[in-house]
């Protein structure tokens, strides 16, 4: 059992670059969500999805898209990134929404924008 | 709007020392609270969750407590040792959370010293 698996680890991308970072649980999750982790400000929450087809912003949505088009995986897409996009981003996901659920994260992707 | 502090931020002890960790959270109408570890480099791996209705969990030699009325969780951690030296959060879920319910605090940096 894999829980949420993240790709890649390591990134570096060039200014008004685009990627897309990799989520997937074998979990069969309903919820799931990208978060940015920065010094000094925490976690928050980029974009979240309660379900295939179903996805909603978070605290910091500019500069980001997701699409969840299979239970299993919830894709991150930088547009054209920016150096404040230089952060570590972490995938989650658990049950659902709802309050009483374990959540569990990927082991998060690095990524520098130069 | 939910806001979740940690503190101390940092906390250096010597090995075999029981401590304490302490999260408190400024609304009570929450669903449940969570703690987490995070090792260097890593994402966040759940220790303990506990529901709105409970006063406690216990694994191993972890236990968690919750008062909702005070706004307070703690997380002990008997007979510490090295391998014990992570960041340690909380979250709380409720409806005064973010968009997806949840607040994260900042951590707590635990050096457990040989």
């Known amino acids: 059992n894999a829980g949420v698996t993240q790709t890649p680890k390591f990134q570096v991308l060039k200014t008004g670059q685009s990627m897309t970072l990799q989520c997937a649980q074998d979990?069969?999750?309903?919820?799931m969500s990208w978060y940015r982790q920065d010094p000094g400000m925490g976690l928050r929450l980029i974009h979240y999805s309660v379900g295939a087809g179903i996805t909603d912003q978070g605290e910091v949505p500019n500069g980001y898209n997701v699409s969840r088009s299979t239970t299993e995986d919830f894709p991150l897409r930088l547009l054209s990134a920016a150096p404040s996009q230089t952060s570590v981003y972490f995938c989650?996901?658990?049950?659902?929404?709802?309050?009483?659920?374990?959540?569990?994260f990927g082991e998060g992707s690095w990524l520098t924008v130069v | 709007k939910q806001e979740v502090t940690q503190i101390p931020a940092a906390l250096s002890v010597p090995e075999g020392e029981n401590l304490v960790l302490n999260c408190s959270f400024t609304?009570?109408?929450?669903?449940?609270l969570q703690w987490f570890r995070q090792d260097p480099g890593k994402g966040l791996t759940s220790l303990l969750l506990i529901q709105s209705s409970q006063r406690e969990q216990t694994s191993g030699r972890l236990n968690a407590s919750l008062d909702k009325s005070s706004g307070r969780s703690t997380l002990y951690i008997a007979a510490s040792q090295p391998g014990d030296s992570a960041t340690y959060l909380c979250a709380a879920s409720g409806k005064g959370g973010g968009a997806d319910g949840l607040t994260f605090g900042k951590g707590t940096h635990l050096i457990i010293q040989p």
């Open positions: 609304d009570s109408a929450i669903y449940n």
């Open positions: 989650a996901s658990s049950y659902s929404k709802a309050g009483g659920n374990t959540i569990y």
């Open positions: 979990m069969n999750h309903e919820y």
